[in-house]
């Protein structure tokens, strides 16, 4: 090789030297300067997470804590039912009798039930404010069978008992209702109910006393020795229909439906007098020579 050649050969082989070092020196000052950012997963494999530090907020800490479970209210207990009886008043009942019947029931107390009756006041139809009456309700306990509560308000049971007489005998007279309940007492059938209510109406007409037993024994067996009233002595003279003028003061029982329709629709007759034989039959005159030969035939005697 010439001498011009080998120089030649030498310059080139320095700069390809010197390329090739210049080239390793930027790789390796690359390196260094750049590192590559780590994934998520990598980050979350590699390295676990802290744990929270006590000094952690309130928040963060009621997140991770298990909730308190929710209660149902408790149901209060279902009360039992108010206990009930059932009553039942039989056509003719006094109002003593029917006192005394929701006692035994154990509905009300006797005394309370008379007294609230005595001072009470009907606002569907009138009761006569008559202070000679004995028991101001008598009549207006209409005869049925009745639902009450075991000790039920003394009121409440005779607003019940008030409120069925109006729907089924509201709208008769008072003087009606007074005849209906001596044919209440004096009859023993349907047919007997119209013929007692015509001689009752034809008495009373001919200007005549009534004298029925019945008046009489309502005076001795409620009112003279009642332990509901005072001051007794004078309802006698006001009930008594040997004594007084003609009808009674006041009802002296309460009827049912079968006497009050025969006081409202009295048989057509010109019977003045009758009585009740041994034979359990009614009698019916027209005079009193009839009358009396009729009980002397029957063995009947006046009392």
Do not use: W
Not at 200 to 213: P, Q, S, T, V
Not at 280 to 289: A, G, I, M, P
Request: net charge negative.
């Amino acid at each position: 090789m010439t001498k011009k050649k080998s120089g030649y050969f030498l310059r080139c082989l320095a700069a390809a030297v010197a390329f090739a070092l210049f080239c390793t020196g930027c790789s390796s000052a690359g390196t260094d300067s750049v590192s590559p950012s780590p994934s998520p997963s990598a980050s979350a494999v590699s390295s676990p997470s802290p744990s929270p530090s006590p000094s952690a907020s309130p928040e963060s800490a009621s997140s991770q804590a298990t909730p308190e479970p929710t209660l149902e209210p408790t149901p209060e207990p279902t009360p039992e039912p108010p206990e009930t009886v059932t009553v039942t008043f039989p056509e003719g009942y006094t109002v003593m009798q029917v006192a005394q019947t929701l006692e035994e029931a154990g509905v009300c107390d006797d005394q309370a039930f008379v007294e609230v009756a005595q001072n009470y006041s009907p606002k569907s139809f009138s009761v006569p404010e008559n202070s000679d009456r004995a028991y101001k309700m008598e009549g207006y306990l209409f005869p049925d069978t009745y639902e009450f509560y075991v000790d039920d308000d003394p009121e409440d049971v005779l607003i019940r008992i008030l409120n069925n007489y109006n729907a089924k005998a509201g709208g008769i007279s008072d003087t009606q209702l007074i005849v209906a309940s001596i044919v209440e007492k004096e009859s023993r059938s349907a047919e007997n109910a119209a013929l007692v209510a015509s001689v009752i109406y034809n008495r009373l007409e001919a200007g005549m006393r009534l004298e029925m037993d019945s008046t009489r024994e309502y005076i001795n067996q409620n009112v003279t020795d009642s332990p509901y009233l005072s001051n007794t002595g004078k309802f006698a003279a006001l009930y008594n229909t040997y004594k007084c003028a003609a009808l009674p003061v006041g009802p002296i029982c309460n009827p049912g439906a079968r006497a009050i329709q025969a006081a409202v629709n009295p048989a057509s007759s010109d019977y003045l007098y009758f009585f009740f034989g041994n034979d359990n039959q009614n009698h019916y005159s027209r005079t009193l020579e009839e009358h009396e030969a009729a009980m002397a035939k029957y063995g009947v005697q006046y009392s």
